[in-house]
């Protein structure tokens, strides 16, 4: 087992405004994020260690944040259109898409692209979750036992897919994904 401290062993180092700028610099360059994700990371820091700054920690922390974003490392629009496209890649509906760019805290006008660009590709999305998890024309052999198919269109529901799409999908025969995947634009 790892020789580790426990949390309250571990010594509070003193943060200043400088290395909180430094500390914000260092997290955008490592991850895509979102301005709210940036302040609750930088917050979280400050909670963590002793602040001597000159001014308030919170006001350091909005100040660090506003500079990320006029040097145009933090962008929430362009956040919310990547994040959402990789959420849609993977199979994960619109529901899904919404509910993550509210908690990554993105508000509704920088994130109205994004939902609107997984709302047409939907189709496509829920072809290739049913694709990955074997739902559907994709799978081996079709499902007639009506506990099971409900579990498919709940694994539908928890992936962000409107049930209506779901049951359709799952209506199709195995095999018969051609005129789907036509419908949706897919190869």
Same mark, same amino acid.
């Given at each position: 087992?790892?020789?580790?401290?426990?949390?309250?062993?571990?010594?509070?180092?003193?943060?200043?405004?400088?290395?909180?700028?430094?500390?914000?610099?260092?997290?955008?360059?490592?991850?895509?994020?979102?301005?709210?994700?940036?302040?609750?990371?930088?917050?979280?820091?400050?909670?963590?260690?002793?602040?001597?700054?000159?001014?308030?920690?919170?006001?350091?922390?909005?100040?660090?944040?506003?500079?990320?974003?006029?040097?145009?490392?933090?962008?929430?629009?362009?956040?919310?259109?990547?994040?959402? !496209?990789?959420?849609?890649?993977?199979?994960?509906?619109?529901?899904?898409?919404?509910?993550?760019?509210?908690?990554?805290?993105?508000?509704? !006008?920088?994130?109205?692209?994004?939902?609107?660009?997984?709302?047409?590709?939907?189709? !496509?999305?829920?072809?290739?979750?049913?694709?990955?998890?074997?739902?559907?024309?994709?799978?081996?052999?079709?499902?007639?036992?009506?506990?099971?198919?409900?579990?498919?269109?709940?694994?539908?529901?928890?992936?962000?897919?409107?049930?209506?799409?779901?049951?359709?999908?799952?209506?199709?025969?195995?095999?018969?994904?051609?005129?789907?995947?036509?419908?949706?634009?897919?190869?």
């Amino acid at each position: 087992m790892a020789n580790r401290r426990a949390p309250s062993d571990r010594t509070r180092r003193p943060l200043d405004a400088a290395r909180l700028d430094e500390l914000a610099l260092a997290y955008v360059a490592r991850f895509a994020t979102s301005r709210a994700k940036l302040t609750r990371y930088l917050s979280r820091k400050i909670r963590e260690s002793d602040w001597i700054g000159a001014m308030d920690g919170s006001a350091a922390c909005a100040a660090a944040v506003a500079k990320m974003d006029r040097l145009g490392f933090v962008d929430d629009r362009q956040y919310a259109a990547m994040r959402g !496209a990789a959420m849609t890649r993977r199979g994960l509906g619109v529901r899904r898409v919404t509910a993550q760019l509210w908690i990554d805290g993105i508000d509704s !006008a920088d994130s109205a692209e994004a939902v609107e660009a997984a709302t047409g590709a939907a189709l !496509a999305a829920a072809l290739g979750f049913a694709r990955r998890r074997r739902f559907g024309p994709y799978a081996a052999a079709m499902v007639t036992d009506p506990v099971l198919r409900e579990k498919q269109v709940a694994a539908f529901a928890r992936a962000g897919h409107s049930l209506t799409l779901a049951r359709r999908i799952l209506a199709a025969a195995p095999g018969d994904a051609a005129a789907l995947d036509e419908e949706a634009g897919l190869d």
